[in-house]
């Protein structure tokens, strides 16, 4: 059940509310309830409620102040705002601190119980969504075991059940799949939502397929062939469904590999190994297409008759953007596959291919913000080319490291996009510090970031919670005012953003150790 906390000055209407409600009944727990936003916040993050229940205008700290606060520490609660005072003002600022609803007074008992069994279906279909993504991490957690080869069948089985799924099958495969979606941001999202919901439909429809999100836009299915769905059947029906779903109705592209069937469980792993290594083509083959292993000359993959000419260098790009360090290997020896037999013995070809690389390795790790002297002493340089033109082998065990060392570098840079981000949150609460109405959503509004990530992103970087820094930098403001004015502790209060003169009183005791007044006597 969910858990309830009520802030209201009037004790009439706090009282009708606690006690004219059959919590019970409604299917809630009535966790606790506070006078104004001062007592009620302390409580609020001791009893961590699902929702919130908070009057607007109160004494010591209002509704949008406590709302505020509370958000900052529990991006994930649902409040629901109470207000005497129809005014746009309030409803917008309840908007911008992301307030659930917002109720006009009075209340009555059975419009709040509509109100709360309307929030309590949001908060619901949110923790669903939470528990789908728990349960598609393991089961991905689970199809790695599955074709690792280190796991009895017994065991597998068992595991399987756990999660749902019923692994005893006449005949087995595994599908590797990569979907490409563009390089538009919001169209690539919406095309892989779609695709998403598509294989879930499938996944319904379809009872002998498992199908596992691996992230980065790539899927495994497993295909559970019986008598009466044999495993043939099942691939060519797979085929046509995934075309359909990806290129037809989502206009992405795909490319799949489709294992070697087998009659064991325990040999998927063998199944995996030799359906990964032609996965590992994904970035150089030509797309929408799903191959198989050992298949006829029709379907299989030919190698011999491309050359490097022909080789899209988006490829390589797409790998330094999107590839995992393991798979550096299978890529290069694919690349070089791709140059075709003889070519690749000339030394000067050789050459040709590794300043093509290495340029375009370069080119991708500057735009991550790298600089050239620095990437020239981790990629090396003309001068030391030379020595890895000696035989085939040195080459790709050079190129290998060299993309190695890319994506270690991708991976590296990534937490460093937000350092501009997080300095142009800080300059903008250092700015405007001492609006009253400053919170997470504003600020995280003036980077273009969602409040929750925001607000993981500043604690996890800073060290501090936003309303910590944020309360840190009125504090030092205030005691700077302090120390040079003879400003009353009202005023500098307001000065520093706060409404209510008391409550700046009573944090800044609680932060500092000592009163407004105790601190200027020194």
Same mark, same amino acid.
């Given at each position: 059940m969910l858990k309830i906390f009520l802030v209201e000055d009037e004790m009439i209407m706090r009282e009708g509310i606690k006690k004219n409600i059959?919590?019970?009944?409604? =299917?809630?727990? %009535?966790? @606790?309830?506070?006078?104004?936003?001062?007592l009620a916040y302390p409580l609020i993050i001791q009893k961590k409620p699902d929702i919130l229940i908070t009057d607007i205008k109160m004494p010591f700290m209002d509704g949008l102040e406590l709302s505020r606060l509370v958000k900052a520490e529990l991006p994930d609660i649902k409040i629901i705002i109470l207000s005497g005072y129809d005014e746009f003002d *309030? &409803?917008?600022e309840a908007i911008d601190i992301g307030i659930a609803e917002y109720m006009l007074k009075p209340v009555t008992s059975a419009k709040l119980i509509e109100t709360l069994h309307r929030v309590e279906k949001m908060i619901l279909e949110e923790q669903e969504k939470v528990s789908a993504k728990d349960s598609l991490d393991a089961k991905m957690k689970f199809f790695r075991r599955l074709v690792s080869g280190n796991m009895s069948v017994s065991l597998l089985l068992k595991e399987g059940r756990e999660?749902?799924?019923?692994?005893? &099958?006449?005949?087995?495969?595994?599908?590797?799949?990569?979907?490409?979606?563009?390089?538009?941001?919001?169209?690539?999202?919406?095309?892989?939502?779609?695709?998403?919901?598509g294989f879930r439909r499938l996944a319904e429809i379809v009872p002998n397929i498992e199908i596992a999100d691996r992230g980065r836009e790539e899927f495994w299915f497993?295909?559970?062939?019986?008598? +009466?769905?044999?495993?043939? =059947?099942? +691939?060519?029906?797979?085929?046509? +469904?995934?075309?359909?779903? !990806?290129?037809?109705?989502n206009h992405a592209q795909y490319f799949g590999v489709l294992g070697r069937g087998t009659e064991r469980l325990g040999d998927l792993s063998v199944c995996y190994e030799e359906a990964n290594k032609m996965f590992a083509h994904r970035f150089l083959e030509e797309r929408d297409r799903i191959y198989q292993v050992n298949a006829d000359e029709e379907a299989a993959l030919d190698l011999e008759s491309l050359n490097l000419l022909q080789t899209d260098r988006r490829a390589l790009e797409q790998f330094l953007s999107t590839g995992l360090k393991e798979d550096a290997?299978? %890529?290069?020896?694919? *690349? %070089?596959? $791709? !140059? @075709?037999?003889? =070519?690749?013995?000339s030394i000067l070809f050789r050459q040709y291919v590794v300043m093509d690389v290495y340029i375009i390795t370069m080119n991708f790790s500057q735009k991550m913000g790298y600089k050239k002297q620095e990437l020239a002493a981790l990629y090396g340089d003309e001068q030391e080319f030379m020595k890895v033109f000696s035989s085939v082998e040195d080459t790709k065990i050079y190129l290998k490291k060299l993309l190695e060392k890319a994506v270690d570098l991708r991976e590296k840079a990534l937490p460093k996009k937000y350092d501009m981000v997080l300095k142009q949150a800080q300059d903008y609460i250092k700015a405007h510090y001492h609006e009253y109405d400053i919170s997470l959503n504003t600020v995280a509004a003036s980077v273009n970031l969602s409040p929750n990530h925001f607000s993981a992103i500043f604690s996890q970087e800073l @060290?501090?919670? %936003?309303?910590?820094?944020?309360?840190?930098?009125?504090?030092?403001?205030?005691? +700077?005012?302090?120390?040079?004015?003879? $400003?009353?502790s009202t005023e500098i209060a307001y000065e520093v953003g706060y409404k209510d003169a008391h409550y700046f009183g009573s944090l800044f005791k609680k932060t500092q150790n000592c009163t407004p007044k105790e601190y200027r006597a020194h």
């Open positions: 059959d919590w019970e009944k409604e =299917n809630f727990i %009535f966790a @606790g309830d506070a006078a104004d936003g001062e *309030y &409803a917008k999660l749902g799924m019923e692994l005893a &099958a006449s005949e087995y495969n595994l599908l590797l799949l990569q979907l490409f979606l563009g390089d538009d941001v919001d169209e690539a999202h919406s095309r892989i939502e779609g695709i998403r919901q497993l295909l559970k062939g019986t008598e +009466e769905y044999p495993l043939r =059947n099942l +691939e060519n029906d797979i085929k046509a +469904e995934i075309g359909k779903l !990806v290129k037809t109705e290997a299978a %890529f290069i020896d694919t *690349y %070089f596959d $791709k !140059v @075709g037999g003889k =070519n690749i013995r @060290g501090e919670t %936003f309303i910590e820094y944020l309360t840190r930098i009125r504090m030092e403001k205030a005691k +700077e005012l302090l120390r040079t004015t003879s $400003k009353k």
